[in-house]
């Protein structure tokens, strides 16, 4: 077996457990590097190599896009005390403030908005709750390209969906024109000597992949062996989480304050130009 094959195998284990799928063919790198992902909030005070905010930017816009409109944009916080504030924003979580490297992801309808005043076009469309979906599909292909760039590149990610908690402050503070949404932040950096972070398992395939049609059927023995192997895997990783996944996951969705903020988010699209009807 190769080393690519060892590690492609060493990471479908960590991801499924016992319920691993059985993948014939020749491994290859790409497929490795993929299965190998993991969040680092754990950052070395090291600088980014030369050159790879470049080269993440260009793999993310190497993404698919809708009709080539490219409906997002990114900012590249590197500044201490602006990723500082806009860290505080985010959760205050201290991985961001020590990552060398903060992106933030936006759905961006400014510049076509702009684009299509410059032709001389009512740009109507823009104000239909499609475009809205487009740009934030669009800026989410873009980040997992960068996600996936930055990793071929020796660094660790982590998204930060904390960015919707408070909305309209960090909007502010990245100073973001009308029609211009930030979606999620990925912190990048050099993983720290001795990170302890882990491939997170996933549903079994069986739960995920449905043939021709959706079925359900196995649907609780199927969460059920999951939640097995994700306590396993809070426990490994001393993480304070309550109960199973299942618990977890209704808990995040019980009640209005358990979306942290974000409840608000369709009345600061609208008052942020996007029409959503």
Request: proline share 5%; charged share 20%; hydrophobic share 45%.
């Amino acid at each position: 077996m190769t080393k690519i094959e060892t590690e492609l195998q060493g990471s479908l284990q960590l991801r499924y457990g016992a319920a691993t799928p059985e993948i014939q063919g020749e491994a290859n790198p790409v497929l490795a590097r993929i299965l190998a992902h993991k969040s680092v909030r754990r950052f070395a005070p090291a600088p980014l190599p030369p050159s790879a905010l470049e080269k993440i930017v260009a793999g993310a816009q190497s993404a698919a896009t809708s009709s080539n409109l490219q409906t997002w944009s990114v900012i590249a916080i590197q500044e201490p005390s602006h990723k500082d504030a806009v860290a505080t924003l985010c959760g205050n979580q201290e991985f961001i403030r020590r990552a060398p490297l903060f992106l933030v992801f936006c759905a961006d309808l400014a510049r076509l908005s702009a684009v299509s005043e410059r032709e001389g076009l009512a740009g109507e469309g823009l104000d239909y709750f499609e475009m809205f979906i487009m740009a934030t599909v669009d800026a989410s292909l873009a980040a997992q390209n960068a996600a996936l760039t930055a990793e071929s590149l020796g660094l660790g990610i982590c998204y930060v969906g904390a960015a919707r908690n408070h909305s309209r402050e960090l909007a502010t503070a990245l100073n973001l024109p009308p029609k211009a949404f930030a979606l999620f932040g990925m912190a990048i950096g050099v993983p720290a000597e001795g990170d302890t972070s882990a491939v997170k398992p996933r549903l079994p395939q069986a739960e995920a992949l449905h043939l021709e049609t959706y079925g359900a059927d196995a649907q609780e023995e199927n969460v059920a062996e999951y939640n097995a192997i994700m306590k396993e895997f809070y426990e490994s990783q001393n993480m304070k989480v309550g109960g199973d996944w299942s618990l977890h996951s209704a808990q995040r969705v019980q009640n209005v304050q358990a979306l942290t903020g974000r409840e608000v988010l369709r009345e600061v699209l609208i008052e942020r130009g996007f029409g959503l009807k």
